[in-house]
């Protein structure tokens, strides 16, 4: 959400701002809606000041003893008048924040200017990409291959996008929860946090999903609850309409969730397997920090992303996403993207944002430093890792000649096995 004030004073500015991130503003919409606004405030405010001047006068009027009921139906007018007025300024005022609430945040200054992804940064590769002896085969084959993925049980459970894990399979999703939760707290300072996986149309409105997004999420009939796309909502929401101690900031916080997206947007991209999917799991990164330390938070939260990718021995690289393919939300991104060999390309297999005051200014939530003012604060958030997609990319990168998989040394103890084969996976 922006801020009306900034909004009003510097509207041409924003709307080339948006422009390189692809979005027409419609200034003269918003011009429409703030005169009129400032019409109707100003007639309510010149009436108020004209009731409160007949009110004193018809008071000394009645003291001397003269009639005064006509200049009393006066009165009764305009205050009738008055309270349409107000209305009418209440009725702008949603209207106002219906317009505020679909305009996407302004990019920050840093971020490359560009059309589309074809514009994105590449910033640094870690890993090399391995040489294999035989040609690699993609999860989608080699996972039902193993007996560790069943996509067709899940379709028949629930439909496309959906997928079942057998043995190992199963076991080496939860080792991955585990290993980036026990990272992420023990090494990165994060705090562990649990929160329901089911969330009220404030909280998506307050980390921007809503109401532009409603599409891409799954609704509970008969109540207003969603099913959570990502813990960074029921996360971020943690502090709305709350005024936090600026002592305490920044405040990182890790959580697992299991996640869902209707992915309407991603029609015909990325069928096969499981890279996108209906229902998947997810451990994330949150922090609220004051709007001078979000930019090297930023750069930490993704430090501690890549940390994992690197433990695991996972080849990616790092690409700062242009004004064009950044999120609603976002004011900076950067993707870090593994290397699948099975598909011969990177995929994102993690977002990591600052979303400055934006998210904060929608969700209220601010900070004080000492006795001063409450300001907002800025919030980030990123995928540290997503599960998934790391699960894919340990299939696709440590397979071996026979169909085996072997486990990177980093994950052995969480998983109990240095190799997955088939004997790890279905009985039935």
Same mark, same amino acid.
Request: glycine share 8%; charged share 25%.
């Given at each position: 959400m922006h801020d009306l004030q900034f909004f009003r004073s510097h509207i041409d500015t924003i709307r080339e701002r948006l422009l390189g991130r692809g979005y027409a503003l419609d200034v003269d919409a918003f011009r429409d809606l703030d005169a009129r606004r400032r019409q109707y405030v100003t007639e309510s405010e010149r009436l108020k000041a004209e009731r409160n001047q007949a009110t004193a006068e018809i008071g000394k009027l009645r003291r001397e003893g003269v009639d005064t009921s006509g200049r009393q139906q006066q009165v009764r007018a305009i205050g009738e008048r008055i309270a349409e007025l107000d209305h009418q300024v209440e009725e702008l005022d949603t209207e106002f924040r219906d317009f505020l609430a679909r305009v996407p945040n302004l990019p920050n200054e840093s971020v490359p200017v560009g059309r589309d992804e074809h514009a994105n940064q590449e910033i640094h590769r870690w890993g090399a990409p391995r040489e294999f002896s035989f040609v690699p085969k993609a999860h989608w084959d080699l996972g039902p291959e193993l007996g560790i993925l069943d996509l067709e049980r899940a379709a028949k459970i629930a439909g496309a996008r959906f997928a079942v894990y057998w043995g190992l399979g199963a076991r080496l999703e939860r080792a991955l929860i585990n290993f980036m939760l026990d990272i992420h707290i023990r090494e990165h300072g994060y705090q562990e946090v649990l929160p329901p996986f089911l969330v009220n149309s404030d909280s998506l409105f307050g980390t921007g999903q809503l109401p532009k997004f409603a599409e891409d999420l799954f609704k509970c009939e008969k109540y207003d609850l969603w099913l959570a796309p990502?813990? !960074?909502?029921?996360?971020?929401?943690?502090? @709305?309409?709350?005024?936090?101690? /600026? +002592?305490?900031?920044?405040? =990182?916080?890790?959580?697992?969730?299991?996640c869902f997206r209707s992915e309407a947007g991603s029609y015909g991209r990325d069928v096969r397997g499981i890279i996108r999917q209906h229902q998947f799991q997810k451990v994330e990164l949150?922090?609220?920090?004051?709007?001078?330390?979000?930019?090297?938070?930023?750069?930490?939260?993704?430090?501690?992303?890549?940390?994992?990718? !690197?433990?695991?021995?996972l080849p990616y690289? @790092?690409?700062?996403?242009?004004? /064009? +393919?950044?999120?609603?939300? =976002?004011?900076?991104?950067?993707?870090l993207e593994v290397w699948l060999p099975g598909q011969n390309a990177y995929k994102e297999i993690s977002s990591c944002s600052n979303f400055e005051a934006f998210q904060a200014r929608r969700a209220q939530i601010r900070y004080r430093a000492?006795?001063?003012?409450?300001?907002?604060?800025?919030?980030?958030?990123?995928?540290?890792?997503?599960?998934?997609?790391t699960w894919v990319a340990i299939v696709e990168n440590y397979q071996e000649a026979d169909g085996s998989v072997r486990v990177p040394v980093a994950l052995q103890p969480y998983l109990g096995a240095e190799r997955i084969d088939r004997s790890g996976g279905r009985l039935i």
């Open positions: 990502t813990a !960074e909502v029921p996360v971020t929401n943690l502090f @709305r309409d709350e005024t936090l101690n /600026g +002592d305490v900031l920044p405040i =990182s916080l890790c959580a697992y969730t299991p949150v922090k609220f920090t004051r709007p001078e330390q979000s930019a090297a938070e930023l750069e930490k939260l993704t430090r501690n992303a890549e940390t994992i990718l !690197e433990k695991l021995e690289r @790092r690409v700062a996403l242009c004004t /064009g +393919d950044l999120g609603f939300s =976002s004011a900076k991104t950067y993707d000492g006795k001063g003012k409450p300001e907002f604060v800025h919030t980030l958030n990123g995928s540290g890792l997503a599960v998934g997609r």
